[in-house]
């Protein structure tokens, strides 16, 4: 099994600064692209931002230039450093990540619970 454990989720008010993490465990021989979506109330679930293991970084455009999205693929964690928030970046954030539990098999999507951000004005 594989575990994904989000931290860092907090209240925060416009123009202010949080950073997420995500850790990766379990029954893991690699992941190949980390990301986190959010869920705002009542909306859908979206895509924030996603990194491959070589890292290449692919943004939502209504964060780019305020989030930056990272991993260490050694410690198999990926962060969110989110950067002048506003208040449509209240939501749910969850990671995801794309594993493979063993040599040649294959990948599967794993999510963590969630972690809460609010943005206040």
């Known amino acids: 099994q594989v575990q994904l454990v989000e931290s860092g989720g907090g209240l925060v008010q416009a123009g202010g600064s949080l950073r997420l993490s995500c850790a990766a465990s379990g029954s893991i021989f690699s992941i190949n692209v980390m990301g986190w979506y959010r869920q705002a109330p009542g909306k859908q679930r979206e895509l924030v931002a996603t990194?491959?293991?070589?890292?290449?970084?692919n943004y939502a455009d209504s964060v780019k230039g305020r989030f930056t999205i990272s991993r260490d693929n050694a410690r198999k964690k990926v962060y969110l450093q989110m950067n002048s928030l506003k208040p449509e970046d209240t939501g749910v954030y969850y990671c995801?990540?794309?594993?493979?539990?063993?040599?040649?098999?294959?990948?599967?999507?794993?999510w963590g619970q969630g972690t809460q951000v609010t943005v206040s004005l």
């Open positions: 990194i491959t293991v070589g890292g290449s970084t």
């Open positions: 995801t990540s794309t594993v493979a539990t063993m040599m040649g098999g294959y990948e599967n999507d794993y």
